[in-house]
Nanobody, 126 residues
Framework: QVQLVESGGGSVQAGGSLRLSCAAF????????LGWFRQAPGKEREGVAA????????YYADSVKGRFTISQDNAKNTLYLQMNSLKPEDTAMYYC???????????????????WGQGTQVTVSS
């Protein structure tokens, strides 16, 4: 059973930076895709970024390209999301997720993901 625990959310002014972390426990299958999703009040959950754990290929939503960076530390079983140049529209609950499916096909589709963390709140003020 995979468990995902996020941390690192908080409040920041527009233009600022935050780094989210996700500690992953319990998975032994090496070919996972790990990713970040977000959900703002009244909106659907949307994909932000994903990384193929075996090869390191990364995928980003257009809205965050050039500002967010997803990375992993395999030794620590930890996933990161470095968020720079934050905007008020980035305000949302951010979730870490894992799937057995291909990153390229799944990173924008929350329904294809198998495991979810509890979420961490990011608030960006103007």
């Amino acid at each position: 059973q995979v468990q995902l625990v996020e941390s690192g959310g908080g409040s920041v002014q527009a233009g600022g930076s935050l780094r989210l972390s996700c500690a992953a426990f319990g998975y032994t299958y090496p070919y996972y895709c790990l990713g970040w999703f977000r959900q703002a009040p009244g909106k659907e959950r949307e994909g932000v970024a994903a990384i193929y754990t075996a090869g390191g290929n990364t995928y980003y939503a257009d809205s965050v390209k050039g500002r967010f960076t997803i990375s992993q530390d395999n030794a620590k079983n930890t996933l990161y999301l470095q968020m720079n140049s934050l905007k008020p529209e980035d305000t949302a609950m951010y979730y870490c997720a894992a799937t057995f499916k291909s990153c390229s096909g799944a990173y924008l589709l929350p329904g294809l993901w198998n495991y979810w963390g509890q979420g961490t709140q990011v608030t960006v003020s103007s």
